[in-house]
């Protein structure tokens, strides 16, 4: 019999023992089959799954029955097979040994594509989600941001230097070593490590990030962001790096800026603009430059280019034939939620742009 046929076979003899449909034989059978299983998997996860719940408590009731033969015969047990038993029920309950791999970790669907029911667009698209990649200097990684995770959790056994990653769509928030707690935008990197030692503490930001930093000021909390260094004692403020030009929004405290030999103080309620020769200060809009870490699009006063830079890192589209609209240079007003489907986000730009936006996958065209 050839190795497909085998495989074939098997796959029909899981399907009938996942519909409760095998012979004693049989299950017996699928549970020795587990401990000779190929590495590749030949299964979807929920198949998987399901296997295992059915697997554990058939053998929960095999070893149970085992257990009471034993005591009314005094026959056949021993301490060896009950080792064995409580060995087999151990490997199916962790699944690792059940089925000889390595394990995987689910990548969370973030912006998922789903049916759309207005009837307006060929597909409809889900928000993003709160979710973020941990990765140490030996190339360990950890998926963070399931529903089960507690906030801001994350590995204790990562140790040294960590970088935390937020893919498009994505959101995270964690709090470091001296408390100081860090929100990081979607398509956002922050290097840090898992605990501050000398006379500073020091992080590396690629993106955007809302720093709530604690205070020690024998400490100073500086951020290196491209060519520049912020640095603070115990402040609130929002770093925004996306674009050539970074901009520096603080909320409480106060931040020095030093970059490419200049520097400037910034006090609340204003802004720094790091561009390649200079430091410019001026008045910020303190809510609409922190809307994204309360969920919301704030889009007081911005231009549609801003508006699709921020839909389409939240959503994970790209927009086509957006140039021409781009080039008009409309400035818009009002707030949307980012827990809106894609839909819903169109259909008040369709009418504040009079403008029509479809979507078709994760390709967005302005007609």
Known sequence: MTEDNQREQAQKLLKKYLKGECNPEEELMVIEWFFSFEEEPILPMEEK?????????????????????????????????????????????????????????????????????????????????????????????????????????????????????????????????????????????????????????????????????????????????ENSVIEVLGTSFNVNAYHKEISTSLVEGKVKIISQGHEAYLSPGNEAIVSTNNIRIQPADIQKNTAWQRGEFLLDGSSLEEIISQVSRWYNVDFVNAEEIIALDNRFSGTLSRDARLSEVLKILAYTTNRKFEIDGRQIFIR
Request: charged share 25%; no cysteine; hydrophobic share 40%.
């Open 49 to 225: 799954e399901a296997v295992l719940g059915r697997s554990k408590k058939a053998l929960l009731h095999k070893f149970e029955s085992e257990v009471n033969t034993a005591k009314s015969t005094r026959k056949l047990f021993t301490w060896k097979r009950m080792a064995i038993a409580a060995s087999i029920l151990f490997a199916l309950t962790t699944t690792v040994i059940l089925l000889k791999q390595k394990p995987t970790t689910t990548v969370k669907q973030l912006a998922a594509i789903t049916a759309d029911t207005s009837g307006m667009f060929k597909n409809d698209i889900l928000p993003g989600g709160r979710f973020a990649k941990l990765s140490n200097a030996s190339g360990q990684t950890q998926l963070l941001g399931n529903e089960n995770q507690d906030e801001n959790s994350s590995p204790a056994e990562f140790k040294g230097n960590l970088t935390l990653e937020v893919p498009m769509a994505g959101t995270y928030s964690l709090v470091l070593s001296d408390g100081t707690t860090v929100w990081l935008n979607a398509a956002s990197k922050l290097e840090y490590p898992d605990q501050f030692a000398g006379n500073e503490r020091r992080v590396k930001l690629v993106g955007e990030a809302f720093f709530k930093v604690a205070k020690d000021a024998s400490k100073p909390f500086r951020i290196e962001v």
